[in-house]
């Protein structure tokens, strides 16, 4: 078992989870990578270049495999110092448009994170009084965005969820927070039209998207310093939005 802090990032092998593994690795954190299997190959790739991690396959949807991921953690590696709740799913559609499975779907992934910190916590983190959950949420949780619906309740419910669980972890060492991105240069931004590219960068006063490596930066303050924030939403998003 490793000596070194974990940090367990799901989703951590792609966009801004894989921008949180390097970032984290070179703060000196053994790096537990979850991805699903359509991104195993990126996954790989991320592993390869980071100095000390491992790859761990689960859906956060399938509260099962959640449940083989935490036995996994606990079997293998015996500590999770932070857990950064990353893993995301996007069905746009419009209220209309939107069928019920979907639905149940997008929100799915809601529940998974929420029993992944359960397990956590009640493994790692409560039997040592310390601990750094970081939860990846997004501006649109405050903002709505159209053809979103069931997105967008998502993140804020994320953000709700980090207030809440700071509050019940009072006294326990254990710091709670959110890092919520604007629109940031990803695979899914890049395929938008440019028409709507450039309706949204006319609203950031910084007049660009943000990067992967500029999220990662802030969850890599919270996950080793940033020792007296807790129950907070951190807003990343070009002065687009400030909460």
Known sequence: MSEKPIALITGGGTGI????????????????????????????????????????????????????????????????????????????????????????????????????TKRILRLFMLRKNSGRIINISSVVGHTGNAGQIPYTMEKSAIDAFTKSLAKELFGRNILVNSVAPGFIDTTLTQILPEEVKQGILANIPLGRLGSSEEIADVVAFLATRGSYITGSVIHVNGGLYGG
Do not use: H, P
């Open 17 to 116: 989870g894989a921008a949180c593994s390097r970032a984290l690795s070179k703060e000196g954190f053994r790096i537990g990578i979850n991805y699903i299997s359509i991104v195993e190959k990126e996954s790989r790739e991320v592993l390869s270049e980071i100095e000390d991690g491992f790859l761990v396959e689960a859906d956060l949807t399938d509260i099962d495999q959640v449940e083989e991921m935490v036995k996994f953690v606990q079997r293998e590696e015996g500590r999770v110092d932070v857990l950064i709740n990353n893993a995301g799913i996007s069905i746009n559609k419009d209220i209309n448009s939107m069928k019920i499975e979907e639905f149940d779907r997008q929100r799915s992934i809601l529940r998974g994170a929420w029993y992944l």
